[in-house]
């Protein structure tokens, strides 16, 4: 009976009798390159490629050069001939000294102006190159300069103040800072950060945005009395004759020596925040008025005042 089963490669059981069977080898294992057939894995036409592609390899290789060289010969180095007129370059200690502008204009065209704030090539040392300029980050932070206005910065109190979040607490500075010119303008800020000197950078500049007038006779003291209070604290102004000084504590004494007060007694009555104080300070300062203004508000002058 004709079948087209697919039978095994390596041997073919021949059934001789119903009690036995006979197994006889047919192939042998080959190499499959140099088989001629190819039987039901590889196509004649594929074996035939790989064949052509093996041979066209072996040929396109030169192996010429080495049939004559014996490897274990030595051979001698014949370096090639020096050309005329070739001058060798002179060696690295051999060449002149650099002198220190040399080096330091090498350095500076580099890096950029030294911090030393002498500039070699004449560049302006106070522009930062773009080879120099720090990335931002943690701590990169510039100090930033006091600005020039005139005004005097007395730090009053730093305290750590903490804020509680899931995670945990937040730690801060919170300063208080009063600004003064000595020459009857003042103001009093306050300001937080993470660190101490930025806590007082904000707080400086929120006083500047706080300047009030105290109004002073020419004996800077005050024009007359008054009290001021804010929250919980409260602040009582007396004017002093000459030569008394500013007796106050606290806050109080601060805001009126960056005034340009000289003679005046003050005390705090009430809370001792110096907060609080500081600007009850304010508040009473800016409740005073000078002689010639009530004058003009009455409309009368100002000797008739005290008929």
Do not use: C
Request: glycine share 8%.
């Amino acid at each position: 009976m004709a079948s087209s089963t697919l039978v095994p490669i390596s041997s073919i059981s021949l059934r001789s009798s119903p009690s036995h069977r006979l197994s006889i080898p047919l192939f042998k294992p080959f190499p499959l390159l140099h088989s001629p057939v190819s039987v039901l894995s590889i196509s004649s036409s594929s074996s035939s490629s790989i064949l052509s592609a093996t041979r066209a390899k072996s040929s396109d290789t030169d192996t010429t050069f080495f049939d004559n060289v014996n490897p274990d010969e030595d051979i001698a180095f014949d370096p090639p001939e020096v050309p005329e007129g070739f001058v060798p370059p002179p060696s690295f200690d051999e060449g002149p000294m650099e002198t220190e502008e040399e080096i330091a204009a090498a350095y500076e065209e580099i890096y950029g102006p030294a911090y030393s704030g002498v500039s070699v090539l004449g560049n302006d040392i106070y522009v930062m190159d773009s080879k120099v300029k720090k990335a931002g980050g943690f701590g990169s932070k510039a100090k930033k300069e006091k600005p020039r206005d005139g005004f005097d910065e007395r730090v009053v109190q730093v305290r750590r103040v903490t804020k509680v979040v899931k995670g945990g607490k937040q730690l801060h500075f919170r300063a208080i800072v009063v600004v003064g010119d000595k020459q009857g303008q003042v103001g009093v800020g306050v300001g937080k950060a993470k660190e101490v000197i930025a806590a007082v950078q904000k707080s400086a500049v929120n006083a500047r945005r706080n300047i009030v007038t105290v109004p002073m006779t020419k004996y800077l003291t005050f024009p007359h009395r008054s009290e001021g209070d804010y929250g919980a604290a409260k602040v009582m102004l007396r004017p002093a004759s000459p030569g008394t000084g500013v007796i106050a504590g606290g806050a109080v004494r601060i805001v009126l020596e960056m005034a340009g007060v000289e003679n005046a007694l003050g005390k705090q009555l009430g809370s001792n925040n110096a907060l609080n104080n500081a600007r009850a300070t304010v508040v009473a300062v800016q409740k005073m008025k000078q002689f010639r203004d009530v004058a003009q508000e009455r409309g009368i002058p100002m000797e008739e005042l005290w008929k």
